[in-house]
């Protein structure tokens, strides 16, 4: 870009962008902030799925049902949390998709 050029702002509008994919592109549920609280969950059921054998290996029967009552617990509600979040983001992007067909750009071929 040179100096003699206009510069390009975005819209001001609450318009769509339309340089944006409107997919998910790889990886992009991992920086979406709303299932960060859904994957905390499922990293600690895990982790106490680990505390759990290794207090059953070690004949702690109290705090391996303990462990084990959490896990499921953690699990069941870490998988819930994950799955609204993907269904509303793909709620989103089906709206967005449909409102923003005005502005699509057909390819010459």
């Known amino acids: 870009m040179t100096s003699e050029e206009a510069m390009e702002f975005p819209p001001l509008d609450n318009a769509p962008d339309i340089s944006r994919e409107t997919s998910v592109a790889t990886a992009e549920g991992l920086r979406d902030n709303g299932n960060r609280i859904g994957y905390g969950l499922l990293g600690a059921g895990v982790l106490t799925a680990c505390a759990t054998l290794l207090a059953g290996l070690a004949g702690e029967n109290a705090?391996?049902?303990?462990?084990?009552?959490?896990t499921v617990i953690c699990l069941l509600i870490g998988t819930a949390l994950t799955t609204?979040?993907?269904?509303?983001?793909?709620a989103m992007t089906a709206e967005n998709e449909e409102t923003s067909r005005w502005q699509?750009?057909?390819?010459?071929?």
């Open 104 to 109: 699509v750009i057909p390819r010459e071929e």
């Open 84 to 90: 609204a979040a993907r269904r509303r983001n793909a």
């Open 63 to 70: 705090i391996g049902l303990g462990a084990a009552v959490i």
